[in-house]
Structure formats: structure tokens, C-alpha cells
Nanobody, 120 residues
Framework: QVQLEESGGGLVQTGGSLRLSCAAS????????MGWYRQAPGKQRELVATFTSGGNENYADSVRGRFTISRDNAKNTVYLQMSSLKPEDTAVYYC??????????????WGKGTLVTVSS
């Protein structure tokens, strides 16, 4: 089984910064499959930032230039540095990866989520 432990959410003022962390344990397919999604109240979950299969960074248009995804391969940990935060960034942020379950089947795994609130 794979477990994802997120940390770093909280309350911040407009224009502020936060850094989220997600540590993966268990049999992940590749750290290149790790990324961040978010879900705002009343909205669907959406991609924020991920790594591509080639290891490049992929960002939603709404966060490009303000957010940066990075990783520590040795720790199976990904980070999301969020800067110039806006009230519309308020959401629960979820870490995502693909891993191998007890039956040897690859499946999606999600963290429990960490709340980011940006006050105006």
C-alpha cells in the first residue's frame, strides 16, 4: 500500500506564501507520477502542478509563474511552493501519486488533503 502524508497548509494573507510537502511511503510507481491537485468549495478537483513522465513540470494556467513544484527523490517527497497567493487559491490541496497495491495492481492514491485559506 502507498501512503501520502501532506503538510504545510494554513491561513495566509493575499500576496503571501506557503509551502506544501507530501511524503510518500510504500510502492510508488515513480516520483514522476506525483503531483498536486486542489478542490475549492463547490468546485471539482483540478490539477495544480505535476511532473510529466519525462520529469518536466506541468502547471495549471491559473498558477503558472506563482507556484513551483519540486521534489526530493531520496525522500520520495514532493513540494509545492506557493507565492503571490490569491483568495481564489483557497482550497483543499491533495497530493497524488500512482502506486502498486497489495495485489500488485497499479492504482491512484490520494492524500487526505491540506487546507489552504487565503484571506483578502
Amino acid at each position: 500500500q502507498v501512503q501520502l502524508e501532506e503538510s504545510g497548509g494554513g491561513l495566509v494573507q493575499t500576496g503571501g506564501s506557503l509551502r506544501l510537502s507530501c511524503a510518500a511511503s510504500g510502492r510508488i510507481v515513480s516520483i514522476n507520477n506525483m503531483g498536486w491537485y486542489r478542490q475549492a468549495p463547490g468546485k471539482q478537483r483540478e490539477l495544480v502542478a505535476t511532473f510529466t513522465s519525462g520529469g518536466n513540470e506541468n502547471y495549471a494556467d491559473s498558477v503558472r509563474g506563482r507556484f513551483t513544484i519540486s521534489r526530493d527523490n531520496a525522500k520520495n517527497t514532493v513540494y509545492l511552493q506557493m507565492s503571490s497567493l490569491k483568495p481564489e487559491d483557497t482550497a483543499v490541496y491533495y497530493c497524488y501519486t500512482r502506486g502498486i497495491n497489495a495485489r500488485g495492481i497499479i492504482q491512484d492514491y490520494w492524500g487526505k488533503g491540506t487546507l489552504v485559506t487565503v484571506s483578502s
